[in-house]
């Protein structure tokens, strides 16, 4: 029957090439905005490969789970938050 069409990596949360990505807190740990614009993710890479850790709806959650994975990523979402 029909094949499944492979989207573009600019379109794949996972890929490294995805088109949303906030903020990159270090090699391994991405912060992007979903596809479907509705919360952002935290992100940590394994392999070549990047895997959803937090989906927050709110600021106040993003920054609290951001500073689970590192303490000083609390900071920086903060400041990238209020340079905008």
Not at 18 to 38: A, E, F, M, N
Not at 53 to 73: M, N
Request: hydrophobic share 30%.
């Amino acid at each position: 029957m029909f094949g499944k069409v492979k989207k573009p990596p600019h379109l794949i949360e996972s890929h490294e090439e995805y088109g949303k990505v906030l903020l990159q807190l270090d090699d391994r740990t991405r912060i992007i905005r979903c596809r479907d614009d509705i919360q952002n993710i935290v992100q940590r890479k394994g392999g070549d490969t990047w895997h959803g850790k937090s989906f927050c709806t709110t600021l106040e959650a993003l920054v609290r789970d951001a500073g689970y994975i590192h303490q000083d990523f609390e900071q920086t979402v903060l400041d990238h938050v209020n340079k905008q």
